[in-house]
């Protein structure tokens, strides 16, 4: 049987709990522990995958085709393990399992209640992470204590307190101290109050993580765990770290967080083997060389909007220890002339996926010039389309060619929808979803950064490259170094005779971790320092 931790978040959100979390569960890993990480988040969206980037940030992708919260981006990125279906789920997909159980006839002629029918199928929802040789299961608890939203899934937890004992269970509470700059202190008083709050539904925290601009002292430390209940040595620091997010599992290992995790269990393992990781961190801070890469968005002043997709750039610059800076340009303004000179500075392009109209000619502008300048150009679904489009009109003379997500009267519809997603109508879960294999092209730029024939990533989208195109394309120097197995779908383009033109129609982002880059971002990040050092020379 699995133990639990629950972790909650109090006083305002965006503290970093996914992070956090994400923290913790390195290193319990690290311990030699066998976790399994889930977000709960308390909305009415079925999964956020019909939600806007203005709402939600990214949709994370799982193998399993899920459309999950970008936490679970988080999870993997740290912890090295694949999440799944089972790792995130909403309010939405709690009443939707409930309500068709009603209809179904299970309930047998009862009343149907908050109490005990949604907690249990919570409840049911959260076990079901307790899998075979699992130690410890990590729930996260999305918003913030308080809301009321939450109550049900706070009321569930509690209530796996009561049945696995409360030695099996841990609360870790993550709380904001703020630094009061015209009283020159930090205040407390937030962080009781969101305890006392929790206290209220019944939970009594086991430890504190305490959000911070500045160092906790002795004092404030004994006044939180005095107010808020929680042992001295449980209340620890989490102050903002000051080079990269990857310093977070060091800064809580170094306050022991792990250890009392493993005495509260009553567990015994060896320390925390997290040398790879302080090398890691090593390489961060210490880069030998920067480059620049342009990230050319549709919501480019969203920093949620593009998150895995960020985080494997600078992945990708590990691998060579460079620092990557990444210059989010917007879509719409290269559109409209603006941004010229930034490309110019740019040692590498890259278009990631999207939706929509809006922002698509400013990208298929920047893929123009990084295919006419010879600069590195990685284009991800999305981007591949837009980098299919400005080849066929610019290079083809298929004048007007267009995908027909965006204009169905297209004369040359080189991106449309396969014959599967015509008759589609719901816009949740429907989409190319989850891992697909792909045949890589022998001696293919790709094939090289992979050293494989044959790949597995990760998709989320309708369209796909028309096959009727194929051999005007290949005629013109489009190399389609990707299909899937049966040669049906293109997935990977590439141009010939060009240093570095790489486009794919799935996300190779979802699959990136620090100590592990992804062979395409390592490779594109390669290229571009390669521009850059050239240039110098
Ligand atoms: N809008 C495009 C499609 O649905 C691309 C999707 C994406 O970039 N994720 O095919």
Request: a neutral charge; hydrophobic letters at 40%; aromatic letters at 8%.
């Amino acid at each position: 049987m699995a133990k639990y931790i629950f972790i909650t978040g109090g006083v305002v959100s965006s503290l970093g709990k996914g992070l956090t979390s994400a923290s913790l569960g390195r290193i319990l890993i690290s311990r030699g522990l066998h976790i399994r990480m889930v977000k709960v988040d308390p909305y009415l969206n079925v999964d956020p995958g019909t939600m806007s980037p203005y709402q939600h940030g990214e949709v994370y992708v799982t193998d399993d085709g899920a459309e999950t919260d970008l936490d679970l981006g988080h999870y993997e990125r740290f912890t090295g393990q694949p999440t799944s279906k089972k790792s995130n789920f909403t309010a939405g997909r709690i009443y939707w399992e409930v309500l068709r159980k009603e209809r179904h006839g299970d309930y047998l002629g009862g009343t149907v209640q908050m109490i005990p029918h949604i907690t249990d199928e919570i409840k049911a929802h959260l076990r079901a992470l307790d899998e075979k040789g699992v130690d410890i299961v990590l729930v996260e608890i999305g918003g913030t204590v308080g809301d009321i939203e939450g109550l049900t899934f706070l009321e569930a937890i509690r209530q796996i307190g009561l049945e696995e004992g409360r030695d099996n269970v841990m609360y870790i509470h993550l709380t904001y101290v703020p630094y009061i700059k015209a009283a020159g202190e930090v205040k407390t008083k937030p962080s009781q109050q969101s305890v006392a709050k929790l206290r209220e539904i019944g939970i009594v925290p086991d430890a504190l993580i305490c959000r911070s601009e500045v160092k906790l002292t002795d004092d404030v430390r004994k006044k939180l765990s005095l107010f808020c209940n929680v042992p001295v040595d449980a209340v620890i620091e989490e102050k903002d770290v000051q080079h990269t997010i990857y310093e977070l599992p060091l800064v809580l290992a170094e306050q022991g967080l792990d250890e009392l995790i493993l005495v509260h269990f009553r567990m015994a393992k060896p320390s925390a083997k997290l040398q790879p990781w302080r090398k890691l961190v090593d390489t961060i801070i210490n880069p030998t060389r920067t480059v620049k890469i342009a990230v050319i968005g549709k919501y480019s002043e969203l920093q949620d909007a593009y998150k895995s997709i960020f985080e494997s750039i600078y992945h990708g610059g590990y691998a060579h220890q460079a620092k990557v800076e990444i210059m989010k340009l917007a879509a719409e303004e290269i559109e409209e002339g603006k941004h010229l000179d930034e490309l110019k500075q740019a040692d590498g392009i890259l278009v990631p996926g999207g939706f929509g109209t809006r922002g698509v000619e400013g990208k298929i502008k920047a893929i123009q010039f990084a295919r006419e300048n010879n600069v590195p150009f990685f284009g991800i679904c999305l981007g591949l389309q837009c980098a299919v489009i400005e080849f066929s009109r610019n290079v083809c003379g298929l004048n007007g060619a267009q995908t027909t997500e965006i204009d169905k009267a297209t004369p040359h519809p080189v991106v449309c929808l396969m014959e599967e997603q015509q008759l589609v109508v719901d816009m949740g879960g429907t989409m190319r979803l989850g891992a697909w294999p792909c045949a890589l092209k022998k001696g293919s730029k790709a094939a090289e950064a992979y050293a494989a024939e044959k790949i597995s990533e990760r998709h989320r989208h309708r369209y796909e490259v028309n096959n009727k195109y194929r051999p005007a394309f290949e005629e013109k120097g489009l190399v389609l170094s990707g299909l899937s197995p049966d040669q049906k779908l293109v997935e990977i383009i590439e141009l010939a005779g060009h240093p570095w033109f790489v486009a794919v129609q799935f996300h190779p982002e979802f699959k990136s971790q620090p100590l592990v880059p992804h062979p395409l971002f390592k490779a594109f990040v390669g290229a571009a320092i390669a521009r850059k050092e050239k240039a110098k020379s």
